[in-house]
Antibody, heavy 119, light 110 residues
Framework: EVQLVESGGGLVQPGGSLRLSCEVSGFTFSRYWMSWVRQAPGKGLEWVANIKQDGSEKYHVDSVKGRFTISRDNAKNSLYLQMNSLRAEDTAVYYC????????????WGQGTMVTVSS | QSALTQPASVSGSPGQSITISCTGTSSDVGGYNYVSWYQQHPGKVPKFMIYDVSKRPSGVSNRFSGSKSGITASLTISGLQAEDEADYYCCSYAGNSTFVFGGGTKLTVL
């Protein structure tokens, strides 16, 4: 069974840091690009970051550049998002998702982990 | 990297057809035939319904169809059913391995 399980969310103060993890099973993780997509409460989806199979290419949305970093560990079948200098507007459910370049879609999603930035 | 523009809400009666528009720029929707559509029911994970503008993955009803003209893509749902009530998001490839989503449209089946 294909599974993406996020963890690491929680309540953090503005300016703080958090590291999200996504553990993958059921497919060969090292063969796929992976992404983080977030959804603020009651709001729409926002693509956050992509990473290539071997981690050699990483892309981030402008609003998180310099603050967030996507990374992966293929030996551990895991995807990460290091979030620094967090702001209230980063409050959202963060989903990890598999990128299917053959279809140009996010074809498999985790259940998400909630990040709340508040004092 | 501005969000694609979608209407906030649309509605239709069972059996009717509705169309949701998604307007971008020449750097995303207009520049690539890589527009996808996602359906999200409340409290659920998004599910892709259309890819590459107009293609349907296996298992998605042929009541769902997509198209594109210039910088505007569209999702049409024909023969509306109660189960179609959900939020719908368009998404476009925006070059350099990046993506951009639309703001989302809430579909209400009357």
């Amino acid at each position: 069974e294909v599974q993406l399980v996020e963890s690491g969310g929680g309540l953090v103060q503005p300016g703080g840091s958090l590291r999200l993890s996504c553990e993958v099973s059921g497919f060969t993780f090292s063969r796929y690009w992976m992404s983080w997509v977030r959804q603020a409460p009651g709001k729409g989806l926002e693509w956050v970051a992509n990473i290539k199979q071997d981690g050699s290419e990483k892309y981030h949305v402008d609003s998180v550049k310099g603050r967030f970093t996507i990374s992966r560990d293929n030996a551990k079948n895991s995807l990460y998002l290091q979030m620094n200098s967090l702001r209230a507007e980063d409050t959202a459910v963060y989903y990890c998702a598999r990128v299917n370049w053959g279809y140009h879609v996010f074809d498999i999603w985790g259940q998400g982990t909630m990040v709340t930035v508040s004092s | 990297q501005s969000a694609l523009t979608q209407p906030a809400s649309v509605s239709g009666s069972p059996g009717q057809s509705i169309t949701i528009s998604c307007t971008g720029t020449s750097s995303d929707v207009g520049g690539y035939n890589y527009v996808s559509w996602y359906q999200q029911h409340p409290g659920k994970v998004p599910k892709f319904m259309i890819y590459d503008v107009s293609k349907r993955p296996s298992g998605v009803s042929n009541r769902f169809s997509g198209s594109k003209s210039g910088i505007t893509a569209s999702l049409t749902i024909s023969g509306l059913q109660a189960e179609d009530e959900a939020d719908y998001y368009c998404c476009s490839y925006a070059g350099n391995s990046t993506f951009v989503f639309g703001g989302g449209t809430k579909l209400t089946v009357l």
